[in-house]
């Protein structure tokens, strides 16, 4: 259907090469030299498997890039492009208390549902219009464990730091707001403040 489409790259990270042609995207999990050509055959097709699965069940709960197929011989997803505007770069300029509460109440859904991102920062999410997608689900994985949903807080909060210094703490508590809508918040926010005194201690050690 694309083939008279030029395929562009639109991004180049450790594991894979993102290129965009029409109204798809192309992730290609790259081979790794360092391992052992079966041992990286056997990761980047579990990891393929992986990410397949759960964007199938993600697109059912809440916004994320539609799966169009994927090759796990060949390690490659051909999924929906979101045009829209990649939060890390505008959550300053927008609403970023009610934005960072509609974060929030998505990121449970996701969590209700098992499904851990993996990678949550703002550059892995993106605004379309009024809604907000997750995108990058390449770390993600399934788990009812509390500790790897409050690991996934936990890494949105030191991207809120990061990227958002000045207004990361305002947002992040609106993010815990949304997120307060979880079934399972009380528990997941528990073990969130012992991940927290965690880092501390190992920071300060």
């Known amino acids: 259907m694309y083939n008279n489409m030029k395929e562009i790259v639109i991004g180049r990270g450790a594991e894979a090469i993102i290129t965009k042609k029409g109204k798809t995207v192309l992730k290609d999990r790259i081979e790794k030299s360092y391992r052992y050509p079966d041992l990286d055959k056997k990761i980047r097709k579990l990891r393929t498997r992986s990410e397949a699965r759960?964007?199938?069940?993600?697109?059912?709960?809440?916004n994320v890039p539609k799966l169009i197929s994927s090759d796990e011989v060949k390690a490659k997803?051909?999924?929906?492009?979101?045009?829209g505007l990649k939060l890390a770069d505008h959550l300053e300029k927008l609403d970023y208390q009610k934005m960072s509460e509609k974060i929030g109440k998505e990121l449970a859904k996701l969590h209700d549902s098992d499904i851990i991102h993996g990678?949550?920062?703002?550059s892995n999410i993106i605004l379309k219009e009024k809604d907000i997608y997750f995108i990058d689900f390449g770390l993600g994985f399934h788990s009812s464990r509390k500790e790897d949903k409050a690991v996934d807080?936990?890494?949105?909060?030191?991207?809120?730091?990061a990227k958002h210094p000045t207004i990361?703490?305002?947002?992040?508590?609106?993010?815990?707001k949304g997120y307060k809508t979880s079934k399972n918040q009380k528990a997941t926010l528990a073990q969130f403040d012992?991940?927290?005194?965690?880092?501390?201690?190992?920071?300060?050690?």
């Open 119 to 122: 990678d949550l920062t703002t």
């Open 153 to 161: 807080l936990h890494l949105i909060k030191q991207a809120l730091e």
């Open 77 to 83: 997803i051909e999924m929906e492009f979101i045009r």
């Open 168 to 176: 990361n703490e305002v947002a992040f508590k609106a993010l815990i």
């Open 194 to 205: 012992k991940v927290e005194r965690r880092g501390r201690y190992k920071a300060n050690y």
């Open 54 to 62: 759960i964007l199938e069940k993600a697109q059912k709960i809440t």
